[in-house]
């Protein structure tokens, strides 16, 4: 009864009532007990019950309503119970078309190294293309946030920092080219949270759970005309472009497997 009433608005209950003095007075007329009492009484009683079966389609209608403008107001286009693979077709619909640009996020994206390094001249022709990688070397190599997360996905020791510099390694000979567009990758040295992969005007992204493969972590598509795409947008562009947050590819990193 408390949370209807902090649904109700006073202009909800005085249309209530109204129409429960037109119910009220409906069986008080035929309780006069004519053929013509009994008539009109009905009439007025079905008028009032009506008015209650119209509010309460409109009540919920306006409630739907609003959950649907919330989600638009964030910018909701889809979500799935896990990323990767088993989205991958939703990765290439936008990667095909992708004009402007591709930016990712995450730890040693080992599936998306397996899935696409193949395709990756084809991204660099169309769009430029940004990744960062977490640093394994970060805040040091025996302490790293790189480990910790090993250790949350019980993955071996050393399994995401092997992943970043496979990563790095097969992709050498883009970076630094001019393809037509850029190719480019720094390592983020700050807490990694969520995962994001952005394909122009939209973007896929995810929390980072403990004791779960990120792979299999919940992911949302969001457009760009929404709340959350600016703000993990906005993420992104100062992990990539502070200095204290995320550092170039070592030079000595190149070629090591």
């Excluded at 939703?90 to 591709?102: C, F, H, L, M, T």
């Excluded at 899935?115 to 990744?131: C, E, H, L, T």
């Amino acid at each position: 009864m408390r949370r209807l009433r902090n649904w109700l608005r006073p202009d909800h209950w005085i249309y209530i009532l109204v129409h429960l003095i037109a119910v009220l007075m409906g069986l008080l007329i035929t309780s006069i007990n004519t053929p013509l009492a009994v008539s009109i009484g009905t009439s007025i009683v079905a008028t009032g019950i009506t008015g209650w079966v119209i509010f309460i389609y409109v009540f919920l209608a306006q409630d739907t309503i609003r959950k649907l403008d919330l989600l638009s107001d964030f910018g909701f286009v889809n979500a799935f119970e896990a990323r990767s693979i088993s989205i991958k077709g939703e990765y290439d619909s936008r990667v095909n078309d992708a004009r402007e640009y591709i930016d990712i996020l995450g730890f040693g994206l080992k599936a998306l190294r397996e899935d696409y390094i193949d395709k990756f001249p084809d991204w660099q022709r169309r769009a430029n293309i940004r990744i960062l990688l977490i640093d394994p070397e970060y805040p040091n190599e025996q302490f790293s946030f790189a480990l910790q997360r090993d250790r949350e996905e019980r993955e071996n020791e050393g399994s995401i920092r092997a992943q970043v510099l496979k990563f790095v390694n097969d992709t050498k000979h883009l970076i630094g080219t001019n393809n037509p567009h850029k190719f480019e990758i720094r390592l983020y040295k700050c807490l990694p949270s969520v995962n994001i992969f952005r394909v122009d005007d939209e973007m896929f992204w995810g929390p980072y759970l403990v004791r779960e493969q990120s792979r299999n972590a919940p992911t949302f598509l969001i457009r760009k005309r929404g709340i959350l795409f600016h703000r993990l947008a906005d993420h992104f562009e100062r992990i990539w472009s502070d200095d204290n947050l995320s550092r170039p590819v070592p030079s000595n990193w190149i070629g090591e497997k």
